[in-house]
């Protein structure tokens, strides 16, 4: 997943910043951002380059350069999307040391933290910036920058996973981070001024954790340039680099848009492995039966052989299985990933309209984009009658000011449902539109109690 910033008490973040790589190929052109639907954002993004090119050559694999400062309509968009002059409004709204901002400079490689107590003073910001050469960090800046959640919320939907993002913006002559690597894919787009890169050889492929690189390790960088507004840069995650800004220019401003943290095989594996045992053990008293005694007091290698024949009983059953029992990834996606974004005061996300729904409605799914619907056990019930239900999780009425700021308190929206509505739901799911008569439900009642339900959390319309 995306950073998560997780600030300390003291402010003094060390943690991940968003992620990069080596070998970087440049390519020309230019196009201005196309919003009609997740995947034409990330075409405009990534053009002149095709979709298919990108993730078949770069994803994951190497860096990708776009660059596009030639084009004065992007490099102007870009530029109004975070800049050093929005700093003064957003201080007054109350902003915090390491929770939203970090002031910091790279001193004989490494991250040296400059940040204050409490509350973030536009003046002082300002002072560390021009007098100490410090680069200032700003957090997720999505939560108050509408363009930005409008790119983001998009790109939410388009990968599937959080993004996140930060905003560095760094006098001339400065560095703010020292070489490192991160454990997220990156895009940073360059919003003001110039910023010179370096980039190095990878020592962890595909990394799943942050880590400064020391100066006396790094070799020859692989690539050198120099980001301009317009241009795009690419980094796989676990990439080694560095950025500063040239001396005797203007300061530089870029943005890192992040994804897929924690989103591997192996988490997802993880994720899924539980609910699969769950299943399995309903029907094969040898996973129900109980472990040797003492085993968890010596080594546990001594059952190996045991664990294999469980493995190879549980891939058996994932062969012949039509549901996967998702216990957090899903969960975690929905109930932290950015609400739709809108124009206006955003009733529609919290307040349903038109008349209540009855039999004779026909109704379809709406902001499909922002519901998933999952298979889970019971989770108001532990004991071994624990069933199988169907939640609808949506993300209509998530906070944005807390998005991806990792520590706050965050609650999930959505309904649940018997076992016995999932053909009913999905059916509602892949139709265009659907009488509620016409659902795949026993009785009247259940269908207009369902159709109402999902009416009342805004999740259809009628017409």
Known sequence: MPKKVKPTENGKEEGPVPSK????????????????????????????????????????????????HDDPALATYYQSLFRLADLKS????????????????SVSGKKKVLNKDGKVHFLQLRKDFDQKRATIQFHQPQRFKDELWRVQEKLEYYFGFLVGSNVYITPAGSQGLPPHYDDVEVFILQLEGENHWRLYSPTVALAREYSVEYEARLGVPTREFTLKPGDLLYFPRGAIHQADTPP???????????????NSWGDFLLDTISGLVFDTAKEDVELRSGIPRQLLMVETLAVATRLSSFLRTLAERLEGTKELLS???????????????????????????????????????????????????????SDEAQEKMVYSYHS???????????????????????????????????????????????????KENLVLSLWTECLIQLF
Not at 408 to 426: C, I, M, N, Q, Y
Request: charge should be neutral; aromatic fraction near 10%.
């Open 21 to 68: 790589e080596v070998k970087v190929e440049a390519v020309g052109g230019a196009s201005t951002l196309n919003f009609d639907s997740p995947s034409r954002l990330f075409e405009s993004l990534s053009s002149p380059n095709k979709t298919e090119t990108f993730f078949k050559e770069f994803w994951e694999k190497k860096p990708l350069l776009v660059q596009r």
């Open 327 to 381: 216990s957090d990834m899903k969960k975690d996606f929905v109930i932290h990933r950015l609400l739709p974004y809108y124009v206006g005061d955003g009733t529609e996300l919290s307040t349903p309209g038109g008349v209540l729904p009855r039999l004779h409605s026909i109704v379809r799914l709406q902001f499909r984009d922002h519901i998933i619907l999952t298979v889970g056990p019971d989770q108001n019930r």
């Open 90 to 105: 957003l201080c007054s709204q109350g902003l915090y040391y390491g929770r939203d901002v970090n002031v910091c400079r």
């Open 248 to 262: 005797g220019l203007a300061h530089s401003t870029h943005v890192t848009i992040s994804t897929y943290q924690n």
């Open 396 to 446: 209509l009425k998530n906070r944005r000011h807390t998005h991806m700021m990792g520590n706050e308190e965050t609650e999930f929206h959505g309904l649940r449902f018997p076992f016995s509505h999932v053909d009913a739901l999905k059916h509602i799911w892949n139709s265009s539109a659907i009488s509620v008569k016409d659902l795949k439900l026993n009785t009247d009642e259940e």
